[in-house]
């Protein structure tokens, strides 16, 4: 019930195309999630996050839908720019248990 | 306004050794979580510490350990390494009394197990 489950693992984009990360999660505690950036060599950054009373939330090129009686949620990079070229991961927590469930990653390559 | 630190940036060690690596938490932020990043996965929770206490424990075996200073900053020990244990461990800081699930990374620790 701790998993959550991401797709697709690679993605190859355009330059100003859409990007799009979708993740699927089981436990229906779960009332935070997170998406993190990872660049080679780095930590994860955040991102982005939402909490299941809102189906949207949008931060610059940056956009989560959320679909909570589907339990999915995604994330839509607009105008993806080769800047953007990172492995992009999902998280989920819960506020009682605090603890980052992590998605396996989706490594992204936007082509000039 | 630092962010989360983590030293030394890597490691290398042998099956059977000890290693400690340490974290320093974001100005203001009171509780440290630690994570396991195999090459290639998405991180793994170790634990988390809060008020020097271990709060949370994910899958890990008790060869994993850790404390909290009364500063706040946190270190990781892992006893008897094996070549599994070759990760990248990253803490995450965040302030626990603000009620916020939002958890900040450092840049991690490089371990390899020779």
């Known amino acids: 019930q701790q998993q959550v489950k991401q797709s697709p693992q690679s993605l190859i984009v355009q330059k100003g195309g859409i990007s799009i990360i979708n993740c699927a999660y089981e436990?229906?505690?779960?009332?935070?999630f997170p998406w993190y950036q990872q660049f080679p060599g780095k930590g994860p950054a955040l991102l982005i996050a939402?909490?299941?009373?809102?189906s949207e939330k949008k931060e610059g090129r940056f956009t989560i839908s959320f679909n909570k009686s589907a339990k999915q949620f995604s994330l839509h990079i607009m105008d993806s720019q080769p800047g953007d070229s990172a492995t992009y991961f999902c998280?989920?927590?819960?506020?009682?248990?605090?603890?980052?469930?992590f998605g396996s990653g989706t490594r992204l390559q936007v082509q000039p | 306004d630092a962010g989360v630190t983590q030293s030394p940036t890597h490691l290398i060690k042998t099956r059977g050794q000890q290693v400690t690596l340490r974290c320093s938490p974001k100005s203001g932020h009171d509780t440290v979580s630690w994570y396991q990043q195999a090459l290639g996965q998405g991180p793994q929770f170790i634990f988390q510490?809060?008020?020097?206490?271990?709060?949370q424990r994910g899958n890990f075996p008790d060869r994993f350990s850790g404390h909290q200073f009364p500063n706040y900053s946190s270190e990781l020990n892992v006893n008897a390494l094996l070549l599994g244990d070759s990760a990248l461990y990253l803490c995450?800081?965040?302030?626990?009394?603000?009620?916020?699930?939002?958890?900040?990374f450092g840049p991690g620790t490089r371990l390899t197990v020779l």
């Open positions: 510490y809060y008020e020097e206490e271990e709060r």
């Open positions: 436990n229906t505690a779960f009332d935070y």
């Open positions: 995450a800081s965040s302030l626990r009394t603000s009620g916020s699930s939002t958890q900040y």
């Open positions: 998280a989920a927590s819960d506020t009682g248990r605090r603890a980052l469930t």
């Open positions: 939402i909490r299941p009373d809102v």
